[in-house]
T-cell receptor, first 116, second 114 residues
Framework: NAGVTQTPKFQVLKTGQSMTLQCAQD?????MYWYRQDPGMGLRLIYY???????DKGEVPNGYNVSRLNKREFSLRLESAAPSQTSVYFC???????????????FGPGTRLTVL | AQSVAQPEDQVNVAEGNPLTVKCTYS??????LFWYVQYPNRGLQFLLK??????LVKGSYGFEAEFNKSQTSFHLKKPSALVSDSALYFC????????????FGPGTRLSVLP
């Protein structure tokens, strides 16, 4: 049981390049999330997927796209990377509980992205 | 709108002493409250949560937190700190009536000195 896995662990891009961050979970969770972590700002939600087939914008979605490929996988794409997107990116998943609410989030190890 | 404040960037405590990491929140409805810990170069790990019921919540590694509705606080505590508790701690809140959006505080760095 690996929990939440993310690839790659590190990436360096040049401005304007594109890339996709991969995330997979093996806990059979319905909901998945992408966050970015910047110093002194905590985690900010980029996009989330409440269930397979749905995605919604979070606090900072500009410059990103997501795909919920199936129940296990949720990818984050940067179409044209900018230096402002230099950050650590975390994927998380959580279970749906009674009433449609979601419970505790479980996080992957993160991807450290630098855009030059 | 939801928000979380962690008023201290850094907390220093001697090993064996009690520790407190503060968190206050703002939501329009009733909150779900969480504490997470992050060790260097790792993802966040769940410590404890308040959903409903008893205001004192016990979690992993001897940590506990008290939900105080009147003060809108959810401070994290431990009776006797360990050097291995040194890490970055995040408080998070979700409004029960506001969908999936979790809001995290900026984090508090805890240093436990031997």
């Amino acid at each position: 049981n690996a929990g939440v896995t993310q690839t790659p662990k590190f990436q360096v891009l040049k401005t304007g390049q594109s890339m996709t961050l991969q995330c997979a979970q093996d806990m059979n969770h319905n909901s998945m999330y992408w966050y970015r972590q910047d110093p002194g700002m905590g985690l900010r939600l980029i996009y989330y997927s409440a269930s397979e087939g749905t995605t919604d914008k979070g606090e900072v979605p500009n410059g990103y796209n997501v795909s919920r490929l199936n129940k296990r996988e949720f990818s984050l794409r940067l179409e044209s990377a900018a230096p402002s997107q230099t950050s650590v990116y975390f994927c998380a998943s959580s279970e749906m509980i009674a009433g449609g609410s979601t419970d505790t989030q479980y996080f992957g190890p993160g991807t450290r992205l630098t855009v030059l | 709108a939801q928000s979380v404040a962690q008023p201290e960037d850094q907390v220093n405590v001697a090993e064996g002493n009690p520790l407190t990491v503060k968190c206050t929140y703002s939501v329009s409805g009733n909150p779900y409250l969480f504490w997470y810990v992050q060790y260097p170069n790792r993802g966040l790990q769940f410590l404890l949560k308040y959903i409903t019921g008893d205001n004192l919540v016990k979690g992993s590694y001897g940590f506990e937190a008290e939900f105080n509705k009147s003060q809108t606080s959810f401070h994290l505590k431990k009776p006797s700190a360990l050097v291995s508790d040194s890490a970055l701690y995040f408080c998070a809140v979700r409004d029960r009536n506001y969908g999936q959006n979790f809001v995290f505080g900026p984090g508090t760095r805890l240093s436990v000195l031997p």
